[in-house]
């Protein structure tokens, strides 16, 4: 049975959404739309008076109030007030849903106006001008929406027109509120400056080329983040103001940490000394979120990189830069007293450039001395803020910060094994409950004290230390919830007057600890803080616990993680962690102690001043794919202490402030090897371009070619022949050629790909993006003999699929590696993995060895060469290579008739050219002796290590493997050298951003990129909701570059669905067609029979008197639309339609694990009916495909998750034949983001129509009557299935 819906009762929430139901349903959503600003004022007045504020600010945004009502009548002079801060207030709204994709669209025009309204309401505020609406004071409002306004616009750069008018906050003009002094001396930084300085001050005072107006707004701008500043500092003390004061401080670290907004913004900053302004004024103590962000501001204010070039600066230079504003600093002294100013002209750098010692030296000075030294230091004697003169104590902190240093911090320090002030702190809690109470009276916006992941970084280090602290803090929350879970089953308790603690429980996952102890601590490397090595062993007793817990622990392999606890009767207070080094296994079978050595992490250890370590008291195991986090982390800790890795072409555009088209490197002429069928595919494929000229040699009917491509269509593409077989003989090389006949916009794709430089390639959802990045690998492992190909993939099942399309092409299987897990779920007779290449070796080396033998005996020449590789290669250059130069100098005839007559039969047919025949036979020859030099090293290693070690690095030229296996072995395929030529990454838009970098830091040498994927479906998936939505964790790289503009090549050709299926969600792409005449015949040209329809959208009102219910907090369920599917399914079964072709789809676990238990009750045991498919998640079932798709979407109050047009393109484009939609109309239809799709499903109707027909194995009585049934309900298909059953 279904688990008991919590019931519900309308709340005071619901009873106002139904009044904004009604007030759209008469001003913006009836066909009488008119505009009233006093409705607004009203809806304004209502929702910020009300205690369901959030609630109601939701609705509206489904009504559709900005799109609808308020910006279509938006214009300059007209809108008051309340129309700013209503569209301020539903922009906010769509940012925190993260409907970005839609959000920009509709202010193609009218941004700048928007953005300047706001502007002014909020300097009005700011200057402490009243602004009210009816009865209701907005200042607060106006702050709160204001802020998050403008993180919404920053965090849109990508957008022409937002970005434009942005920057025109943040320009050189803020610099008109920085002192005199500091302002000339950084504006003679910079030789361009001055001009530009000069060329600024003209735009503030109407002339004849700036209007009045146009002079008033350029002040505003120029002066609106310095007085928010102000502001900032002032509302710090007050503990009303806090939330306020966050949202301010996360929008300066979000312009901090892009280039183009920090390069004026930085110097701003620090002349004010706004984190020194506002520490001395905070209202709150020091692990509140206002006094994290603050110092996470500090850190970006402080990040190495120059403020107004925006070069990265390595520790060195930063050191030099230190010295020489030392340098200067005890110049000036000099030069202005040096008696009185000796104790600093006299001091080393090393004191000046210390706190504590420059504080030691400032402390005895007077206060008209450090008023002169700060001034000479560029450092404010006024305060920013209030204009009053700067503290003692002020004045001698900000000197100390401008003589400091920091250099990102001691990156050694960084530990990747999270500890319990991570895992049980409140960053990890919030982000865990990342989601606004719905019953919020105040104005309030989601907010965390973590790194974003934004568009563009400050440097490689950058983006390797956010992505450092945000991997760190996903696996902090995975800890939390194991962690607690173990805990719980454990049930510890303390005994009286002791310390230890007794387990009344058990868990498989864990266990008491009986010995830990710290065996060796190795002392640091030089130039180093933390101890190279420290090892532990550790031993638990099984002997209480059963056979197969037991066989579980001592499975645990070497690098596998542990988590260690120190665990109390109150929960645990200790997290560390370790690595498992090797296994002690029981001495004696009547034993059960188990043993583990262990190395800790040095960095934790260091930390640790007490014994920590003899608190903890239990050990937690994880399974094997959860402990890829520490290689990952450790290798983003060894990338961040390194230089940038990234080779020089890539890096701009990849931390995404370098020019997008300069990531191609076209050249002239491309290897395109067998990608063509024929002559005619050729010449189909670029018809574009003015003439298609092809080589007189080139094969008619296996062309092999290289391409040269002009640079533009009014040019001649030239077509010429390559490497082609001998066709008389075959079978000297069973050469496998392509049998698929590209598109022209696959072609495209194929060919850009084998340039040097980055390449992109969208696809669309059944466009062959599988069989592209196949023919990529082919062609470039063809054209690049000396080069290795890495091959990337998301998941294990996306690579198993590549890596099978790869195998049936022209690629030699020894030169073919697939590492990490799921290579035995290959569909291949070949075993890929480091072990089984190695068998494989040694087998063929037996078989290679026989037909050198067999070539010696036809030659006569005694001996025997089957013992080794080595004598084989001696009978080479000792009798084969001497008796082909004899027949070189015509000395002789062609000396091995007799062993390819023996071998193959007949040697020379008539009519062939018996010297081309002569030469093919002997390339055969050369092949098989040049296999044995390849496998000869195999005789000389005789370690497994060895032989994989040399079979990767000399022997493999495709190796294959997940991103995520690729992130662990990093640091290892890093010093093995390993030659990477080129990176092809399929599924790029599922793979985080910092999966995807990583790979590509491999080696300076790689020359090519080529990322696959598709941007418009599901993004990479990340569990902490915190994480996903306010640090954008969930950006994939293949995501970011679309978004910075870099050039890319779309697949225009689905072959998967119908037409009118693709058609739901064809406008999501540049021109998606369809492949003819492939979905135009067969299957796809009848009629779904049963149904009148091929796809529909299904009404389902409420079922025994409820709509969607929650039993758990987000296990949402809908028992309405669980048995109209399962219904559907029944109906289909007993018609003749097989269950491999039917998958039932959702959008929900809670509605999943629902139309489980009605199929396990109504099907599986039935022979009848039996199960589906598949019955999953919209999410999980991404990449797959089902003829029919049966898809619930459960949701009856909130559209939900769904409303991510990323996720309702997977959920439309999974079906090939049939794809039928069960949902709420009344609430999907009202949907801005799913109206287009929704008037193409709803086009046949809101009830499924079905149709009396024969079975759909039967197609014989076609021209039978059919006769229509429209199904009125969940009830009546239910009752249609049992009269049919």
């Not at 022409?160 to 500091?182: D, N």
């Not at 090892?535 to 616990?545: F, G, I, T």
């Not at 022949?721 to 090389?733: F, M």
């Not at 009202?1230 to 009830?1247: H, I, P, R, T, V």
Request: net charge negative; aromatic share 8%; glycine share 6%.
């Amino acid at each position: 049975m279904p688990p008991k819906a919590r019931q519900t009762r309308a709340t005071k929430a619901e009873n106002d959404n139904a009044s904004i139901e009604k007030l759209a349903a008469k001003h913006w959503q009836g066909k009488s739309a008119k505009w009233a600003a006093t409705v607004v004022d009203q809806i304004l007045e209502k929702a910020v008076g009300s205690s369901t504020l959030h609630t109601q600010l939701q609705w509206l945004e489904r009504q559709q109030y900005l799109e609808q009502y308020l910006w279509p009548n938006y214009s300059k002079g007209r809108q008051n007030d309340s129309t700013v801060i209503s569209c301020m207030l539903m922009i906010n709204e769509k940012y925190e849903q993260g409907l970005l994709t839609t959000m920009w669209t509709i202010f193609e025009t009218g941004f700048e106006d928007l953005l300047d309204d706001a502007v002014q309401l909020m300097m009005r505020v700011l200057n402490g001008d009243k602004v009210r609406v009816g009865s209701v004071d907005m200042m607060s409002v106006v702050r709160m929406a204001g802020v998050q306004f403008l993180i919404a616009c920053f965090g849109s750069m990508e957008t022409e027109s937002v970005r434009t008018q942005c920057m025109q906050l943040v320009g050189l003009a803020i610099w008109y509120h920085m002192e005199e002094e500091t302002r000339g001396f950084m504006l003679r930084k910079v030789p361009q400056l001055p001009k530009f300085w000069k060329h600024t001050q003209k735009g503030f005072v109407e002339n004849k080329r700036v209007s009045k107006a146009e002079a008033e707004k350029n002040c505003r701008y120029r002066d609106f983040i310095p007085q928010l500043l102000r502001d900032l500092a002032k509302q710090c003390a007050s503990l009303e103001y806090q939330m306020y004061c966050a949202k301010v401080l996360e929008l300066l670290v979000d312009l901090e940490s892009q280039l183009p907004t920090r390069r004026f913004l930085n110097p701003l900053l620090q002349d004010f000394e706004i984190v020194e302004e506002c520490r001395q004024r905070m209202a709150v103590t020091e692990d509140e979120l206002c006094v994290q962000l603050l110092k996470r501001l500090d850190s970006r204010i402080q990040f190495p990189v120059t403020d107004v070039t925006g070069h990265a600066q390595s520790a060195a230079q930063m050191r030099e830069r230190q010295l020489e504003r030392i340098s200067r600093w005890q110049l000036q002294a000099f030069q202005a007293d040096k008696e009185l100013f000796e104790p600093i002209v006299i001091a080393s750098a090393a004191q000046l450039g210390t706190t504590d010692s420059l504080q030691a030296l400032l402390e005895p000075m007077e206060m008209k001395q450090v008023q002169q030294l700060a001034r000479m230091a560029f450092v404010r004697t006024q305060s920013a803020i209030t204009g009053e003169e700067q503290p003692r104590e002020m004045l001698i902190r900000s000197l100390c910060n401008q003589m400091h240093v920091d250099v990102l911090g001691e990156r050694e320090m960084w530990s990747p094994y999270p500890d319990e002030k991570l895992v049980f702190g409140k960053t990890v809690g919030m982000a865990e409950a990342y989601n606004r109470s719905e019953e919020k009276s105040q104005l309030g916006y989601a907010l965390l004290d973590v790194p974003k992941l934004g568009l563009q970084y400050l440097s490689e280090q950058d983006f390797l230390k956010r992505s450092f602290e945000l991997l760190q803090l996903e696996t902090a929350a995975e800890l939390r919830t194991e962690i607690q879970e173990a805990v719980r089953r454990m049930q510890p308790h303390e005994e009286e007057g002791t310390d230890e603690v007794i387990f009344d429980g058990w868990t498989r996952m864990a266990l008491p600890l009986s010995v830990l102890d710290v065996v060796a601590v190795q002392p640091p490397r030089v130039g180093e803080q933390v101890p190279a090595r420290v090892q532990a062993r550790l031993k638990v007793d099984l002997s209480s616990y059963t056979d197969s817990i037991k066989a579980e622990w001592t499975q645990v392999r070497p690098r596998d993680v542990l988590i260690l606890l120190a665990v109390r009767q109150s929960g645990a207070v200790r997290v560390r962690g370790c690595q498992v080094e090797s296994v002690d296994m029981p001495e004696d079978e009547g034993s059960s102690v188990l043993g583990f050595r262990v190395l800790l992490d040095p960095a934790q250890y260091a930390r640790d001043k007490n014994n920590v370590y003899g608190e903890l008291n239990v050990v937690l195991r994880r399974q094997a794919q959860e402990s890829s986090f520490k290689p990952v982390l450790e290798t983003l800790r060894q990338l961040a202490d390194s230089p940038p890795t990234l080779p020089k072409w890539l890096a701009p555009v990849v931390l995404g402030y370098g020019d997008p088209a300069a990531v191609r490197q076209e050249k002239d002429t491309v290897f395109m090897g067998d990608t063509f069928i024929s002559i005619e595919h050729i010449k189909e494929s670029f018809t574009e371009y003015a003439r298609v000229d092809v080589s007189e040699d080139v094969d008619t009917e296996a062309p092999m070619v290289e391409v040269e491509i002009p640079a533009d269509t009014t040019g001649t593409v030239l077509v010429r022949s390559v490497g082609q077989q001998n066709s008389k003989l075959p079978w000297l090389h069973q050469q496998k050629h392509n049998m698929l006949s590209f598109t022209p916009a696959q072609v495209q794709a194929v060919a850009e790909a084998g340039q040097r430089g980055l390449t992109l390639v969208v696809g669309p959802p059944g466009t062959g993006k599988t069989d592209v990045a196949a023919q990529i690998v082919s062609n470039l492992y063809h054209a690049h003999p000396q080069q290795t190909v890495l091959l990337l993939t998301h998941s294990n099942q996306a690579l198993n699929q590549l890596f099978e399309r790869i195998v049936a092409l022209d690629i030699e299987p020894r030169h073919l590696l697939r590492l990490g897990h799921g290579e035995e779920s290959l569909d291949s007779t070949e075993r890929f993995s480091n072990a089984g290449r190695i068998e494989s070796f040694l087998e063929r080396r037996r078989e290679l060895l026989e037909q050198v033998q067999a070539l010696a005996d036809s030659l006569q020449v005694p001996g025997d060469y089957r013992d080794s590789c080595e004598s084989a290669r001696f009978f080479y250059v000792a009798h084969v290579r001497v008796r082909w130069d004899a027949y070189l100098r015509k000395t002789r005839e062609f000396p091995f008739t007799r062993y390819f007559q023996e071998q193959k039969g007949t040697l020379f047919p008539e009519g062939c050219d018996e010297e081309a025949v002569a030469h093919a036979c002997f390339a055969y020859l050369e092949r098989l002796f040049d296999e044995v030099a390849e496998i000869q090293p195999f005789e000389l290693l005789q370690s497994a290590r060895e032989r994989a070690l040399y079979l990767l690095k000399r022997q493999a030229r495709v190796v294959a493997m997940t991103c995520t296996h690729a992130a662990m072995r990093l640091g290892e395929l890093q010093q093995m050298g390993v030659r990477i030529g080129s990176v092809v990454m399929e599924e790029a838009a599922q793979v985080l951003d910092i999966e995807t970098l990583l790979p590509l830091t491999l080696s300076q040498t790689l020359e090519r990129v080529v990322l696959i994927g598709d941007h418009n479906q599901l993004p990479p998936v990340v569990k902490s909701p915190g994480l996903r939505a306010f640090s954008r964790m969930e950006q994939s790289l293949f995501a970011r570059l679309i978004r910075l503009g870099v050039p890319f090549v779309e697949l225009d050709c689905q072959a998967r669905a119908r037409p009118s299926i693709a058609s739901l969600y064809r406008h999501r792409y540049r021109s998606l067609g369809d492949l003819k005449p492939l979905v135009f015949q067969g299957a796809y040209a009848q009629p779904n029979p049963g149904f009148a329809h091929v796809l529909q959208f299904i009404d389902v009102t409420d079922y025994q008197g409820q709509g969607e219910s929650e039993p758990s907090r987000y296990f949402y369920q809908n028992l309405g639309e669980a048995e109209y599917v399962v219904a559907v399914y029944q109906y289909m079964r007993l018609i003749g339609y097989s269950a491999e072709q039917v998958a039932i789809l959702t959008t929900y676990n809670g509605q999943r694990a629902l139309i489980n238990d009605v199929l396990n009750r109504r099907c599986r045991p039935y022979e009848q009916f039996g199960m589906p498919r598949a019955v999953s998640t919209v999410d999980q079932f991404q990449g797959q495909q089902a003829d029919f798709v049966l898809l619930s979407l459960v949701r009856t109050r909130n559209i939900g998750h769904i409303r991510d047009i990323r996720r309702l393109t997977v959920a439309l484009s999974r079906a090939k034949l049939g794809l039928y939609v069960f949902g709420r109309r009344s609430l999907f239809e009202s949907c801005f983001e799913l109206q287009s799709a929704m008037q193409m499903l709803l086009a046949n109707g809101d009830q499924l129509v079905l149709e009396k027909t024969s079975l759909a194995k039967d197609t014989k009585n076609k021209a039978a009557a059919k006769e229509p049934i429209v199904v009125e309900g969940v009830e009546a298909m239910g009752k249609l299935v049992v009269e049919m059953g």
